[in-house]
């Protein structure tokens, strides 16, 4: 029971309590006025056009309730979420482990600064810890060092890999609100990329797992 | 001083402090803060606030007239201590201004200087150092030691913080952030750098009181507008119009939540 909680616990950053406690009460007229400044304020630069302020339903639904939606809007939004992941159609979850320390390194891409054929990277190790050999690591993140290990107990085989899969395309599927990125949703990689990704977590040679 | 030698001496220590493997990243941050005391005594932003002083004094722009009649909220010509209490509203202008908004104002109404000449270019770069920036430079010196008092006195101040904080928890763009996905927490950091828990008096009053500031790494002293735009630029948002209300509203949840500390600008980071 305690492991299954764990489990669904994979990937969650802090929220709450202390945000909703700051933000303060819910004023209609306030947020509609801070939605027509930010719209007037921001403008285009480079690649980050304007339409990024546009919040979809699940970035407004979040900013609303400050992390910490109802139960029942939580678990409808993350259905849909869950509903919109795009599988891979040969239905393999591994690529390549070498590949995928490589994107997890670089932290570019999507700001206004990058040049449009800049290819983003997967931000890994800006919040999480994952080789042992890298020190300069984030910790907005879970440390993800030895993952193989930390996990495979909980799940394992193709049912891990495809849980794996899932939370680096999307893991505002699983909890709602999580600071992760949702790199395939989004578009940010690809599903050869994210591949790689669950590669670099579950391969036992790669870094992360092998000491 | 040779800002040079400080830059190398910077990175030499920083390359240091990286090729250890060892040692951990809290030893990182007391070694960044040792470098800070040790050149304490000459924060090349010293150069900035003197260009600043001058340029002040000098009468300049089509009406050839000097910034020393500027009204920074203190009354005509005070600048001490002006910035300790900024924004705040100006009923001259009716709204709510942080100091660049306020330097905007004075140069357009004081010296004649069109407005889009100042605000198109506001940041300085490779062998451009726009005037703005070193008269920030200036008055944030002259808050050096001044107790932060930042007013919501005024309804429109009010509305201004309230705003201000919204937009902090506002999430949106291609990765979902907003300002709180990464400084609503105690102690965690992006790779090796700190980001201080907005959520905290103590972190919200020791990261304001540091800037504006001269970044090491660019060899440029930087503005809090120009702090703001970074920020939004790392969160993958388009760009926000320098001086918009968008920024002083902002400006103006993170100088409140910072009252009561001891304003200690210009600073010096990475």
Redo the contacts between chains.
Sequence with gaps: MMKTKYAVGFFI??IGC??AA???DK?DA??A??IS??K??????GI???D????DS??AM??QY?NNPPIVDMERLEAEQEKAIKWPADGKYMGDWKAGEKLAQS?IG????DKPDAIPGGNC???HQLSAKE??????GRSLLHFRAQFSQIRSGEELQRYVYGHIYNA?AYNLCV?M??FGH???LTEAQIKDLVALLLDPESPVNKQ | MNTHIIKSLFFVLLFSI?GS?V?A?SDATDEIAKYREMISDGNPADFDEMRGENLWKKPSGPKKVSMQKCDLGKGSGIVKGAYAELPKFFPDTDRVQDLESRLVSCMTTLQGIPEKEITTKPFGGDNYKPDIESYVAYVVGQSKGVKMNVSLNHPKEK?AY??G???F??????????C???H??D???????D?PNF?KAKDSQAAYVSWPAYRVSQGLFRSFQWRLNDC???Q??????YV????I?LAMFMARNANDAIYAGPGLKR
Excluded at chain 2, 187 to 193: G, H, L, T
Excluded at chain 2, 244 to 247: A, F, H, M, P, Y
Aim: hydrophobic share 35%; proline share 5%.
């Design positions: 950053a802090l202390p945000i700051l933000a303060g004023n306030l947020d006025k801070v400044i930010i007037r304020d921001f403008h285009d630069k980050a056009r304007l990024r302020i546009n919040q699940v970035q979040c900013t400050l932290g999507m700001t206004w600064s190790y800006n919040c020190i300069s690591y984030g910790t907005l505002k600071k990125p949702r989004l578009g940010i | 990286y493997v040692q990243a509305e309230e705003i904080k919204r937009i928890f506002y999430r949106a763009g291609p990765y979902d952030f907003a709180a996905t990464c609503t927490q102690k965690i950091r992006i790779r090796m750098q980001l959520n939004f630029r790392q993958r948002f388009p760009e926000p119009q918009s209300e968008l920024t509203d």
